[in-house]
């Protein structure tokens, strides 16, 4: 077991935990963007835990300073990732008041369970890349300089198994948003590793998420059931 680690477990809204590691975090700053809720706000949390200072974006300000209220030095801040002048000023703002960012977790996006390319409008198709796969670039592109100069530094980018397999409930838009977005993650790997900087993405599928809980009511079993 590497040091500074060891072994520890999450609770679940179920009462189960799931295993994990917890890694000793002290002295490092988290960005999680998307945080008000669900996926984001279990990183925000979990990230904590271990340690570190972590500022919370999202466009529902009231939500994420409700996730970073319980975390010892937490820090909320509105931003439309979809916005680039929005996405410009948080990365000035976190970095100029915490004096630099070790962890990007860029988890912010949208989920759409519109179905049928015949359905999609052109706002529509253009709005979910702005958010899903532009909003991540410029988040990387404010702060990449930033950690190549120090040498160090971790991107997580929270992509989708729709990305993988293709969509089955959700929308044609997000599973293409998150398919560029595994593709934007191995391209700015390459780049950012020479410089000691991680970068990856996750893939989770249906995760019990306010949407998610709404469009599956009744059928959650459906989807369970293919669980190994």
């Given at each position: 077991?590497?040091?500074?680690?060891?072994?520890?477990?999450?609770?679940?809204?179920?009462?189960k935990?799931?295993?994990?590691?917890?890694?000793?975090?002290?002295g490092k700053?988290?960005?999680?963007?998307?945080?008000?809720?669900?996926i984001?706000?279990?990183?925000?949390?979990?990230?904590?835990?271990?340690?570190?200072?972590?500022?919370?974006?999202?466009?529902n300000l009231?939500?994420a300073?409700?996730?970073?209220a319980?975390?010892?030095?937490?820090v909320?801040?509105?931003c439309?990732?979809?916005s680039p002048?929005d996405?410009?000023?948080?990365c000035?703002?976190?970095l100029?008041?915490?004096g630099?960012?070790?962890?990007?977790?860029?988890?912010?996006?949208?989920?759409s369970f519109k179905?049928?390319?015949g359905?999609?409008?052109?706002?529509?198709w253009?709005r979910m890349?702005?958010?899903?796969?532009?909003?991540a670039f410029?988040?990387?592109?404010?702060?990449?300089e930033?950690m190549k100069?120090?040498?160090s530094?971790?991107i997580?980018?929270?992509s989708s198994m729709?990305a993988r397999v293709?969509g089955?409930e959700?929308?044609l838009?997000?599973?293409?948003?998150?398919?560029?977005?595994?593709?934007?993650t191995r391209?700015?790997?390459?780049?950012?590793g020479?410089?000691?900087?991680n970068v990856?993405?996750?893939?989770?599928?249906f995760?019990q998420?306010?949407?998610?809980k709404?469009?599956?009511?009744g059928?959650?079993?459906?989807y369970?059931?293919?669980?190994?």
């Open positions: 077991m590497p040091e500074g680690c060891d072994s520890g477990a999450i609770p679940m809204p179920s009462g935990r799931w295993r994990t590691m917890e890694i000793n975090l002290g700053t988290a960005l999680v963007t998307g945080g008000a809720a669900g984001g706000r279990a990183c925000a949390q979990l990230l904590a835990e271990a340690g570190a200072r972590v500022v919370v974006a999202d466009i009231q939500g300073q409700e996730t970073v319980p975390l010892e030095g937490g909320a801040v509105r439309d990732i979809g002048s996405v410009s000023d948080m000035e703002t976190v100029s008041t915490c630099g960012v070790d962890i990007l977790v860029n988890n912010a996006g949208l989920i179905r049928g390319i359905a999609l409008s052109i706002d529509e253009a890349l702005d958010v899903n796969l532009r909003g410029l988040v990387c592109q404010g702060l990449a930033h100069r120090r040498g530094g971790k997580i980018n929270l729709a293709g089955i959700v929308g838009h997000y599973s293409v948003s998150k398919a560029g977005l595994i593709g934007f391209s700015l790997a390459k780049e950012m020479p410089f000691g900087v990856n993405a996750v893939a989770p599928g995760t998420t306010e949407p998610v709404r469009q599956l009511e059928r959650e079993q459906t369970t059931a293919q669980i190994p």
